[in-house]
């Protein structure tokens, strides 16, 4: 059915183009409000009806009767129909569905991904400094961040995760501070280490139990080693910079378990003091003051950021010589244009969008080629945990916030990985420890996985050899729950395609409930093994289809298909 859709679009291409020579106005196919007004709709009449000045049901016979010139219609395509204001209804002959159980099946894990281009993308995402666990923001933008990274890789992109961070700087410092205090025996509440969140002087010092382990490790003189750095401790409670680099490797180590737990693996780390070293922000600078974008006032260097959309114009350089924290960003990111990176995305908490249109003007300040646009941007909302009815605030190894890896302890990577993309990343999500405890249809990741696991226990069940599935007889497959689960199969290219281009994973989510809500109710409708041969050998064809389509879409939002499944068991309390 992949193909004939794809012979369908060309054709209706074709036709649109013998109508309205040189019309800009792609070929489409959208989907009817109800089944029973066809498989799919055109609505191209309407659209050509304003420029063309004409009817648009008038346009919609025309296109019709051209339409049916063409082959790919005269071979696939059972009835053209006009309905309300202009659309063509299109059914399909039963052959054209049915199709796309043998397209699965040949393609097995490769269904619905598109041939390798050179195209290179980088994803930027959860890119915490490293001053303590990773939160449940950033466990936000780790599930959005990897199956952005997939959806790009489904398209044919060579794709790069990367990890931005600061090793210095005034969070590192409090960090540093933090711990040669606890090496010293101090702890927070003692005279020297306030903890009163009126008090400003709290604002310096972090107080998770965490700081406590780091300092233990830096008296036993540990060697701690992270994906990208090793540090031995010296043990001396008066060696701040040793102290500073062993925590920060102590924690890069700890985020690489988070990580682990999560099972995410970056390609590359980028540490924001290497734009300093290496003279890249300098020459940053220089180019945006060779663009006449700057001028001076107070003894500071400003950008004139308003002539790129934002609401003011923006300190670059402050009047005591160090750089506002915007102007590493821009020089970051004309690195990430030089390495070859045609398209960047950065994942990033809401709280960074006013720093959008000052980075991006930034950029085109340099006057290096760097196209409008670039980098592009997903923003996130926050995450609120609930259980029990109630917002759940604190964790123990954090101090003052819920942690990546307490959502994994308290109910598994699955749910974390899926929960966290099922809603538009624009929007605010709960994500709720009792609902991911669940074992029935209510929670959306099992009622999935357990699509899978089903299909998986009819086909061991049938005890045939899967390979005879190549000879099933397809045209038997013709109850409409079989006809809407087969286009729901087709569907699956379109959405990865659909979803990389709108940085939008959360449309994977949706698809995989659509398709497994498809598949339950073709098995509420439909009996499978008691039939004849022929027909359940057809049955379990499409049976094998859906079940790798599920699998392929899972594995892309990093979530398992499990082969067995119960439900309705009781569940230990992991937060306890």
């Known amino acids: 059915m992949i ?32 089944a029973s007004h066809g498989d799919y709709a055109i609505t191209a009449a309407m659209q050509l009806a304003r420029p063309l000045k004409k009817n648009p049901r008038e346009l919609a016979q025309a296109l019709i009767e051209a339409l049916q010139r063409r082959p790919a219609f005269q071979t696939w395509v059972e009835a053209l129909e006009i309905a309300g204001p202009g659309f063509i209804n299109l059914r399909l002959k039963p052959a054209a569905k049915q199709a796309v159980v043998a397209e699965v099946l040949r393609a097995e894990a490769a269904f619905g991904n598109q041939p390798a281009n050179d195209r290179h993308v980088m994803v930027e995402f959860v890119s915490a400094n490293p001053t303590g666990p990773l939160h449940v ?92 750095r090793e540090f031995s401790a010296s043990g001396d409670a008066e060696d701040l910079d040793g102290i500073r680099q062993f925590a920060v490797a102590y924690l890069r180590h700890e985020q690489d378990l988070d990580l682990q737990a999560f099972g995410l693996k970056f390609d590359n780390y980028f540490l924001e003091s290497s734009v300093y070293a290496g003279g890249q922000l300098e020459k940053a600078v220089e180019r945006i003051v060779a663009s006449g974008k700057t001028y001076e006032d107070g003894g500071a260097l400003w950008f004139r950021s308003t002539d790129y959309g934002d609401d003011k114009d923006r300190v670059m350089r402050k009047s005591d010589g160090g750089y506002t924290y915007f102007v590493p960003d821009v020089a970051y990111h004309v690195n990430k244009f030089e390495r070859g990176y045609t398209k960047c995305i950065n994942i990033q908490g809401t709280d960074h969008h006013g720093t959008i249109a000052r980075v991006r003007g930034g950029l085109q300040a340099q006057n290096v080629g760097i196209p409008q646009g670039f980098p592009d941007y997903v923003l996130h909302k926050m995450v609120t945990v609930m259980k029990g009815g109630e917002e759940v605030k604190i964790s123990k190894r954090a101090g003052s916030y819920v942690t990546l890896r307490d959502l994994i302890d308290w109910t598994s990577r699955d749910a974390v990985r899926f929960f966290l993309i099922s809603r538009k990343a624009d929007t605010e999500f709960t994500f709720d420890i009792d609902l991911a405890l669940k074992q029935n249809d209510e929670n959306p990741v099992f009622y999935v996985q357990y699509a899978h696991a089903r299909i998986c226990s009819i086909i061991r069940n049938w005890g045939a050899d ?4 190549a000879d099933a007889d397809l045209g038997l497959l013709n109850a409409p729950t079989e006809a809407a689960l087969m286009l729901k199969l087709a569907d699956y290219p379109r959405v990865l395609t659909g979803a990389a281009e709108g940085l939008a994973p959360h449309d994977v989510a949706f698809y995989l409930r659509d398709l497994a809500g498809a598949f339950h109710s073709y098995y509420a409708a439909e009996r499978v093994l ?24 899972l594995a892309l939002l990093g979530v398992s298909a499990p082969e067995a499944m119960s439900r309705d068991i009781a569940v230990e309390d992991k937060t306890h």
């Open 137 to 228: 923001g950033h466990a936000r933008q780790a599930a959005l961040g990897d199956a952005i990274c997939s959806l790009f890789r489904s398209q044919g992109s060579q794709v790069t995760r990367e990890f931005y961070y600061n090793d210095a700087g005034v969070q590192i410092a409090t960090l540093a501070h933090s711990t040669q205090l606890r090496i010293k025996g101090f702890k927070p509440g003692d005279a020297c280490w306030p903890t009163d969140p009126e008090n400003p002087e709290s604002k310096k010092f972090y107080n998770g139990d965490y700081i406590q382990d780091i300092a233990d490790a830096f008296l036993r003189r540990e060697t701690v080693k992270a994906d990208d």
């Open 530 to 553: 008691d039939q004849t041969p022929e027909l359940t050998r057809a049955r379990i064809a499409l049976l094998a289809a859906t079940r790798q389509v599920l699998r392929n879409a």
């Open 466 to 469: 899967e390979a005879t599935l």
């Open 3 to 34: 193909q004939a859709k794809q012979d369908l679009l060309a054709a209706l291409g074709e036709a649109i183009q013998e109508l309205s020579p040189g019309a800009e106005l792609a070929p489409a196919f959208e989907s009817p409000k109800q």
